[in-house]
Nanobody
Framework: VQLVESGGGLVQPGGSLRLSCAAS????????LSWYRQAPGKEREWVTTISSTGSSTYYADAVKGRFTISRDNAENTMYLQMNSLKPEDTAVYYC????????WGQGTQVTVSS
């Protein structure tokens, strides 16, 4: 199982970023996927989850209405569109899939600062 995040970077408050999570090594379309984030000095927190088909999505209150999760099962890729970014969104963002155990990507840094 391999999960590779990309798309992070430095953005000004109010800006947007789109993260990607490219997956391999497992039947991608069979599993729900999630994004988590970890800010400096804080515990890793759940951000959003998408069902295996993409028909159901769930969001933490802190990002609801600003972030959109999606997936392309033909491309084995999950996305996170982040709009109206705030400094408190600064964190390392990870994708996760849970089967018999949890698998994580290496993370991608998102920094929101003027």
């Amino acid at each position: 199982v391999q999960l590779v995040e990309s798309g992070g970077g430095l953005v000004q408050p109010g800006g947007s970023l789109r993260l990607s999570c490219a997956a391999s090594g497992f039947p991608f379309s069979n599993y729900a996927l999630s994004w988590y984030r970890q800010a400096p000095g804080k515990e890793r927190e759940w951000v959003t989850t998408i069902s295996s088909t993409g028909s159901s999505t769930y969001y933490a209150d802190a990002v609801k209405g600003r972030f959109t999760i999606s997936r392309d099962n033909a491309e084995n890729t999950m996305y996170l569109q982040m709009n109206s970014l705030k400094p408190e969104d600064t964190a390392v963002y990870y994708c996760k899939v849970t089967m018999a155990e949890a698998y994580w990507g290496q993370g991608t840094q998102v920094t929101v600062s003027s």
